[in-house]
């Protein structure tokens, strides 16, 4: 397929890295299917215009009527799909309801997983196609007080290379992008998610969570080697277009070297400086 007729579904558009990633392959050629949750925000990618259409990956009829209407308005052809909405939910793991751990699951790793496996026939009947994961950081090491978003990108990370097997040879190929600290609206709705679903009066890691509210909540804070949004562009469309996408990108310095430190440190040693960087959830 030629660039123009290369269509591409990308979830999670409503704002950040999903949003950056519409404008980005619009510009270059692609033809975009930007989608998100709320119908307010299907409506504003439209105005600004994008074809956009409302997928909620925590239901599956959702997803099926999605990829059913890209295909019906491409002629039955799908060329790529960026898997990137999903959420952060903050707590300690002996906080986290088995609902509250579901919920994560759901959205990052089993509604990807049911739109990732409604598209692959379509990409195998092709010959070619490109599924690309949008990871983090925290699908390479854990950080405290992350766990079930740590979960939920470990698990996307070991679909996706068990997945990256099995399409051998068919022309499919999968990514991982993996961010580290990007300018988005990720911590607005962390903290949203903490305060509907950690009881923190009640719980040994009190003080914790309260200097992780405030760096949560704190205006205009930023990690150190904060990027913005569009960063992931450049790995997106090199996943998309070259001839030999590679399996992983690292986007962002900590991701560099918290990858280099998973190798290179023995465990207590690695567990140290995690320990370190999270700052106990502070970071």
Do not use: W
Not at 108 to 115: A, P, Q, S
Not at 142 to 160: I, N, T
Request: glycine fraction near 10%; charge should be positive; charged fraction near 25%.
């Amino acid at each position: 397929m030629t660039a123009p007729s290369r269509p591409v579904l990308i979830t999670g558009c409503s704002s950040g890295i999903g949003l950056a990633a519409a404008h980005g392959l619009a510009r270059r050629g692609f033809r975009v299917f930007a989608t998100a949750r709320r119908g307010a925000d299907v409506e504003r990618l439209a105005a600004e215009g994008l074809e956009a259409l409302r997928l909620d990956l925590d239901d599956d009829a959702s997803v099926a009527a999605a990829v059913d209407t890209v295909l019906e308005r491409t002629g039955g052809r799908l060329y790529g799909l960026f898997n990137n909405a999903a959420y952060g939910q903050p707590g300690a793991v002996e906080d986290l309801r088995r609902d509250v751990l579901r919920a994560q699951l759901e959205t990052n790793l089993l509604g990807t997983h049911e739109l990732t496996r409604r598209v692959i026939p379509v990409m195998r009947r092709q010959g070619e196609g490109r599924i690309v994961h949008n990871s983090s950081v925290l699908g390479l090491v854990a950080f405290a007080y992350r766990g079930a978003y740590v979960c939920s990108k470990f698990a996307l990370e070991g679909l996706a290379d068990t997945l990256r097997l099995e399409l051998h040879g068919t022309g499919v190929h999968v990514s991982l992008i993996e961010p580290g600290p990007i300018l988005t609206r990720f911590r607005d709705n962390a903290h949203r998610a903490y305060l509907a679903n950690i009881d923190a009066a009640n719980s040994v890691h009190r003080d914790r969570y309260r200097a992780m509210a405030t760096r949560l909540t704190k205006e205009g804070a930023t990690q150190p080697f904060t990027l913005p949004p569009e960063a992931v562009v450049k790995p997106l469309v090199h996943a998309l277009e070259s001839r030999r996408p590679k399996a992983r990108y690292y986007v962002t310095f900590p991701t560099y070297l918290f990858a280099l430190l998973r190798r290179a440190l023995p465990a207590g040693v690695l567990d140290a400086a995690l320990r370190a960087a999270s700052g106990g959830g502070r970071r």
